[in-house]
């Protein structure tokens, strides 16, 4: 009770000897951590169920390595391009073949570029599909953001997002041509940008803020097992891709009909709308779950906004926002930073990725291990995340990402005198480009948990949706860097490197959050973070 009393921001009287608390108002961050506790059985089952959405988002982002693959090889039929086209068979291409004399070995359905013809003359379609998928997701971060702190709450928006992603897949999986084909990737983009952005969200809300990053970092994870996933799907659909799109498109709507019904909301999202009831009911649930006793009666959540009906009657949420992020001078320098470094973050991150049907191995093999490359970085960015500063964390990954894509530069001029792999490929600039992508996945993991502390609760989600919108827009451009890598690998190789340190350098201007708290309103941010650095400042001169 004594810990209790410390807490007290209401009202207490006595009577005779005995003290009745008419009223214990406390702070979420505080009921987590006397009632519920920062990180229970209950959470981590929410989270491990928040998290299985990921396994969705990572298949439609990445299923193109295999739907719009180069086929691996043709054929001439019957023999009759050998003697009419000698000079085009013995360069490989069938660009100067006539029609009609050749097939592909996997048959005309194998990927969207066989069947559709997207090579030679009509070799720059092949991108239009992948580019728009991001541009999609780049539009749906923001839209999603906006919806899920306002009216529709994290949870609901990741069912709409789960729903929407399931019929276009589908859809995408009938389009006839790819003009249309790719109107349903730019609709599919759109439809999975929610997932991310609320799961992780979700996730790092319902815990206390020693276990943010790591908690944060499990999605990440499972994004990983969605990639991983890919081949293992794509193989026995390899001589049809629009089965494919089928299959992948049946995991979201089972999840949002089986599995997230057992989700709870955000009780930090609850409270700022106003349903702070709602709010408690749900820390009272961990706290049962975790093994801990009923959070008393006369205990209640602090109003973060001094309104009655949390944050809503001054419109904070709503159109007509007056605490808006971008009015808000300090809040809109961050964002336009993290948004800086998260486009050079998401241009080599997915540009290495999409980058892997070109390296000289079988696809298969080539996407299963550029997925276990992931996993030692997301446990890794879990460890680190423990008890390192994210500034620090970010930099240097990001620099780690970048030296080592500049350095593939100088491998890529040595094959002669490189140990060369069976399939063919040089086994240095493969190992030195391995290490470059693990740093690719941390800075990238590390930005989103960074993007999530450094913003409060009113304005998190549409802060990691500007975030989400940045990386998107990177993203969007890596596919054209990837045709000119075909031309030029050093080229790419430099470009990628510079965008990431600079991701890294821009960092500087950031604040440290580790262990900070997760404020509720621009204006309580504003006022913590200038009592804490006066604070500071003064500890500083008695120090001297």
């Known amino acids: 009770m004594e810990e209790e009393q ?68 043709w054929r001439c039929k019957n023999g009759l391009c050998l003697s009419n086209n000698s000079t085009a068979k013995a360069s490989g291409s069938v660009c100067g073949l006539v029609p009609g004399t050749w097939e592909w070995v996997d048959g005309h359905t194998s990927s969207t570029i066989a069947e559709w013809g997207l090579i030679c003359d009509h070799k720059f379609l092949a991108a239009v599909p992948t580019s728009v998928f991001f541009l999609g997701s780049l539009v749906g971060s923001a839209v ?27 859809a995408t999986s009938l389009s006839p041509n790819v003009l249309v084909y790719a109107f349903f990737r730019f609709a599919n983009g759109f439809s999975r940008s929610g997932i991310g952005i609320c799961c992780l969200v979700l996730t790092t809300e319902s815990v206390g803020s020693k276990w943010r990053g790591q908690v944060g970092q499990y999605g ?11 081949p293992f799907v794509a193989y026995p659909t390899r001589t049809c891709w629009r089965n494919l799109y089928k299959i992948l498109s049946l ?23 106003g349903r702070s009831k709602e709010a408690l009911a749900i820390l009272d649930r961990f706290a049962r779950l975790n093994g801990k006793k009923k959070i008393p009666n006369n205990i209640s959540l602090a109003n973060p906004c001094g309104f009655k009906d949390g944050c809503t009657n001054e419109g904070e949420i709503s159109t007509n926002n007056m605490e808006s992020l971008w009015t808000t001078t300090w809040a809109a320098s961050r964002m336009v930073t993290v948004m800086v470094a998260g486009f050079g973050v998401g241009f080599v991150y997915y540009g290495v990725q999409l980058n892997v049907e ?4 079988n696809l298969f093999i080539s996407v299963a291990l550029n997925a276990l490359m992931e996993i030692p970085a997301v446990f890794l960015g ?12 970010f930099s240097v990954s990001s620099y780690i990402a970048g030296v080592s894509c500049i ?12 140990k060369v792999h069976e399939f063919g490929g040089n086994w240095s600039q493969l190992f030195v480009e391995a290490i470059g992508f693990m740093g690719a996945s941390l800075a990238f993991d590390i930005l989103y948990i960074y993007c999530v502390e450094l913003f409060p609760t009113n304005v998190r989600n549409f802060a990691v949706s500007m975030l989400r919108q940045a990386l998107m827009l990177g993203a969007s451009l890596a596919p054209l860097l990837v045709v000119l890598g075909r031309l030029s690998p050093s080229l790419s190789f430099l470009i990628f490197g510079a965008f990431s340190i600079t991701s890294g350098f821009l960092s500087i201007w950031l604040p440290e959050t580790r262990n900070a708290p997760l404020y509720e309103t621009l204006k309580q941010q504003e006022e913590e973070e200038k009592h804490n650095l006066v604070s500071h400042d003064s500890g500083l001169e008695l120090g001297k």
Do not use: M
């Open 144 to 170: 999603y953001g906006y919806l899920a702190d306002s009216w529709l709450g994290r949870k609901r928006t990741v069912q709409v997002s789960c729903i929407l992603t399931s019929i276009t897949a589908f």
């Open 382 to 393: 879990t460890f680190l995340l423990g008890f390192a500063n994210r500034r620090l964390l």
């Open 251 to 273: 995991f979201p709507l089972a999840y949002s009909i089986l599995l997230l019904p057992f989700v709870s909301e955000s009780p930090r999202w609850l409270l700022i709308r």
């Open 358 to 361: 070109n390296l000289n191995f």
């Open 6 to 73: 410390k807490l007290v921001h209401g009202s207490t009287s006595l009577v005779g000897s005995e003290e009745v608390n008419t009223k214990l108002e406390l702070t979420i961050d505080e009921v987590f951590d006397v009632y519920v506790g920062s990180l229970g059985f209950s959470q981590l089952l929410h989270v491990f169920l928040v998290s299985l959405a990921w396994i969705s988002d990572a298949q439609s982002t990445l299923v193109t390595i295999f739907s719009d693959a180069q086929p691996s090889a």
């Open 407 to 418: 350095l593939c530069t100088f491998f890529s001029h040595k094959g002669g005198s490189s």
């Open 220 to 230: 990440f994870f499972f994004f990983t097992l969605g990639f991983l996933s890919l």
